[in-house]
């Protein structure tokens, strides 16, 4: 028997629970920091739009990804609406803003690929997360 095999689980396992923790921790840190001085910011001039179309649990992921992905990039005639909804709102964050939608992104997504990655390697067989 292997001697490092019990021992992957355990630091999988605590991996993902650091990565949750972080994702725990930075997400009302965001929803403080930078959705809601970006909101503020965006009702003063009436271009607030994104605040309408989504409701109020995701608003702080769909900021982040608003201000760290170049969505003006990929402007066509087809998705002017939805890609002119998210400029204003790059064009108002900071710094501050940019690195705290970095952290919790990071710690989003990271936290999601590690899991469908323990799922998936699960289901062909290659390494097995439950009792053996």
């Known amino acids: 028997m292997d001697p490092i095999a ?15 923790l972080s994702t725990v921790i930075a997400y009302p840190i965001a929803a403080l920091f930078m959705t809601r001085p970006i909101q503020r910011t965006l009702r003063q001039t009436n271009e607030d739009y994104l605040s309408d179309w989504i ?24 998705n ?8 204003p709102v790059r064009r108002v964050a900071t710094p501050i803003h940019w690195w705290l939608a970095l952290w919790l992104e990071v710690s989003m ?24």
């Not at 409701?55 to 087809?78: E, Q, S």
């Not at 002017?80 to 400029?87: A, N």
């Not at 323990?118 to 997360?129: D, H, N, P, T």
């Open 6 to 20: 019990p021992l992957i689980p355990l630091w999988f396992g605590l991996l993902i629970m650091g990565l949750l």
């Open 55 to 78: 409701i109020k649990p995701f608003r702080t992921g769909f900021y982040a990804m608003a201000v760290l992905i170049p969505f003006a990039r990929w402007r066509n005639d087809k």
């Open 80 to 87: 002017q609406h939805l890609i002119d909804v998210l400029v």
């Open 109 to 132: 997504c990271a936290m999601v690929l590690l899991l469908f990655l323990a799922l998936g390697l699960e289901f062909v067989g290659v390494w097995s997360l439950g009792d053996r």
